[in-house]
Nanobody, 129 residues
Framework: QVQLAESGGGLVQAGNSLRLSCAAS????????MGWFRQAPGKEREFLAH????????YYKDSVEGRFTVSRDNAKNTMFLQMNSLKPQDTAVYYC??????????????????????WGQGTHVTVSS
């Protein structure tokens, strides 16, 4: 099965930026959507963004669109999340996940936790005020 590993988290001051990475290893895949989620203490895991692995189409949660950017490097099997203008309320554990899809289904939206088949272990992001 595919394994996902997030990196790039840390402590950052409000207003600054961070770039998270999600490296995929294991069986190769092409028809998939890879997503970013986060979970703050005491809250449910929430969707942030996803990207179609082959076509590069992206989809964002309204509240982060324009501030967060998801991208991928197919050759390195790595997805990224560029986060700008960070706020203390962005403090959370950030997770990447993969949802296998096929054909036109890969161009639908996948905002639910239950849409995804495998998850990484998460990386902590703390934004200080």
């Amino acid at each position: 099965q595919v394994q996902l590993a997030e990196s790039g988290g840390g402590l950052v001051q409000a207003g600054n930026s961070l770039r998270l990475s999600c490296a995929a290893s294991g069986p190769t895949f092409s028809s998939a959507v890879m997503g970013w989620f986060r979970q703050a203490p005491g809250k449910e895991r929430e969707f942030l963004a996803h990207i179609n692995w082959s076509g590069g189409n992206t989809y964002y949660k309204d509240s982060v669109e324009g501030r967060f950017t998801v991208s991928r490097d197919n050759a390195k099997n790595t997805m990224f999340l560029q986060m700008n203008s960070l706020k203390p309320q962005d403090t959370a554990v950030y997770y990447c996940a993969i949802a296998y899809c096929s054909g036109a289904g890969c161009y639908e939206t996948y905002p639910k936790v239950s849409d995804y088949h495998y998850w990484g272990q998460g990386t902590h992001v703390t934004v200080s005020s």
